[in-house]
């Protein structure tokens, strides 16, 4: 049973430039979430995708985007890139809420370098 | 707004003995859940324990087992029988519910642990 995946593992851009971040959910997974990590931090809530729409935002501005794909995969899209988004970027995915504890499974991230 | 503190940034333990990290959350919710993550220098979270606040009971899974103090606001993850295998970084965690089918964590800072011989 694959769990989450994500891809790719380390990539390094330059500011101003953008990047596409992608993740398999767990299989039998519907719900996809991302999550911000920067050094010595805990992950911070990006946004969250269901039934292919976004559910619900933390405090990103808009040059965070995302899709969610029929076959729940996902993409992480980030505009002009500043220094500060230098992050692990996690995704998680789980079964929609209500049907169990809500309990997310993490991919190994996405190490992101903005030089 | 919900908050997780988690005030030990380093922790060390010799291999075979009990170590308790501390946990302390803020919420105005009668209901909510708890978790403990770990997370290795891969970078993966990995769950270890849930607690919900109408549990009665105290979870344990294995190992692992969670203090939780519900009216001092507590939920401290304890580790029994140290291995070396458990040096990594430690997060508590708080569901933060949005709306009736989108949920969130809400992440501590974390603690790093490092078992040693």
């Known amino acids: 049973d694959a769990g989450v995946t994500q891809s790719p593992t380390h990539l390094i851009k330059t500011r101003g430039q953008q990047v596409t971040l992608r993740c398999s959910p767990k299989s039998g997974h519907d719900t996809v979430s991302w999550y911000q990590q920067a050094l010595g931090q805990g992950p911070q809530f990006i946004f969250q995708?269901?039934?292919?729409?976004?559910?619900q935002r933390g405090n990103f501005p808009d040059r965070f985007s995302g899709h969610q794909f029929p076959n729940y995969s996902s993409e992480l899209n980030v505009n002009a890139l500043l220094l500060g988004d230098s992050a692990l970027y996690l995704c998680?995915?789980?079964?929609?809420?209500?049907?169990?504890?809500?309990?997310?499974?993490f991919g190994e991230g996405s190490r992101l370098t903005v030089l | 707004a919900q908050k997780i503190t988690q005030t030990q940034p380093g922790m060390f333990v010799q291999e075979k003995e009990a170590v308790t990290l501390d946990c302390t959350y803020d919420t105005s919710d009668q209901s909510y859940g708890l978790f403990w993550y770990k997370q290795p220098s891969s970078g993966e979270m990995i769950f270890l324990i849930y607690?919900?606040?109408?549990?009665?009971q105290n979870a344990t899974e294995g190992r692992y087992s969670l203090n939780f103090q519900k009216a001092r606001k507590s939920a401290n993850l304890v580790i029994s029988a140290s291995q070396l295998g458990d040096s990594a970084m430690y997060f508590c965690?708080?569901?933060?519910?949005?709306?009736?089918?989108?949920?969130?964590?809400?992440f501590g800072t974390g603690t790093r642990l490092q078992v040693f011989p």
């Open positions: 607690q919900g606040s109408y549990d009665e």
């Open positions: 998680a995915s789980s079964l929609q809420r209500g049907k169990n504890t809500g309990e997310l499974f």
């Open positions: 965690a708080m569901r933060e519910v949005v709306s009736y089918n989108t949920d969130k964590l809400i």
């Open positions: 995708y269901y039934e292919e729409e976004e559910r």
